[in-house]
């Protein structure tokens, strides 16, 4: 009888504890979206470059259609994903032997954001996934929704390797979930089209909008470097860090006017862009 009671109790325990989780989680994602349109209004008020109107609207309406459809499609997955290889596997990894607390999360706060840093630089040096991450890199714009696209495929590959990660490092899913919600409102601060004072400063410890518009540059040899999410310290360490003001932004064979156009590039060569692009349909012409 007192076995079940406690096992009854501990149920309600875990209950409780996946309410506060979710609700913690809601709480970052919120934040990340009044933060997101924050920076719209900013970016409006004082941009750093100003983009011709026709791409910045077209800019804008293509990453967050790519937004919405990614999501519908990911989400469950991407969490259901996690949670199934932490209940199995996060008991081993290196961090599983620490209390569940404030030290335990910036600890895999650290690892996770090396871990992205790898991905990031895996992803533009490994033809296949360049393939799907150049998608990101073909706003001919840099604006806050730049931050909202991305290939489904690319979003898809991370899935593994974050389980991966969850192995290794031995977190919970939820911290993930978390330090993932966090970084989210990181990369829609270094898409932002602005610049403010001691931006320079900042840029020694976290990634700002003038490192990351580098990384947006149409020029590979500029494109190749500050692959951070929120810690600059990675690109230092590893001697990819770049300053520099990219004269234009984007991928110059890569054009796509619309979502469906975008997530057909992935699958066609460079070379032909230009001839298939003309006979997928364009949609609705905007004046
Ligand atoms: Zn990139």
């Keep these: 009888m007192n076995n079940q009671a406690d096992s009854l109790s501990s149920t ?36 750093f470059r100003r983009f011709p109107q026709k791409i910045g609207k077209e800019s804008f309406i293509t990453n967050t259609t790519a937004f919405i459809f990614n999501n519908f499609i990911l989400t469950v997955l991407r969490a259901s994903s996690l949670f199934f290889v932490a209940q199995q596997f996060s008991s081993i990894g290196i961090l599983s032997g620490l209390d569940n607390g404030p030290f335990k999360w ?70 993930v979930l978390a330090i993932e919600t966090i970084e989210l409102l990181f990369i829609f601060f270094h898409h932002a089209n602005i610049t403010f004072d001691k931006e320079e ?45 990219p004269e234009k932004i984007g991928l110059d064979v890569i054009e796509a006017e619309n979502f469906l156009q975008l997530f057909f590039l992935a699958f066609i060569t460079e070379r032909h862009v230009r001839k298939i692009l003309a006979i997928i349909p364009k949609g609705k012409k905007r004046v």
């Design 106 to 175: 910036i600890l895999s706060f650290i690892f996770f954001d090396l871990a992205i840093y790898v991905w990031h630089l895996a992803s533009h040096h490994f033809e296949f996934l360049w393939r799907f991450h150049k998608i990101h890199h073909s706003d001919k714009s840099f604006n806050v929704s730049t931050g909202f696209r991305f290939h489904v495929f690319d979003l898809f590959l991370e899935i593994p390797y974050k389980c991966l990660f969850v192995i290794i490092i031995g977190v919970d899913a939820y911290v």
């Design 201 to 245: 400063l900042l840029s020694r410890y976290i990634i700002t909008p003038s490192l990351h518009r580098t990384h947006h540059s149409a020029l590979r040899s500029e494109h190749d470097s500050n692959y951070g999410i929120v810690l600059s310290g990675w690109d230092q360490l590893f001697g990819t860090r770049l300053e520099c003001v």
């Design 12 to 47: 309600v325990e875990t209950l409780q504890t996946n309410d506060a989780n979710f609700l913690f989680n809601e709480i970052i994602f919120g934040v990340a979206i009044l933060a997101f349109m924050a920076l719209v209004i900013i970016e409006k008020i004082k941009p």
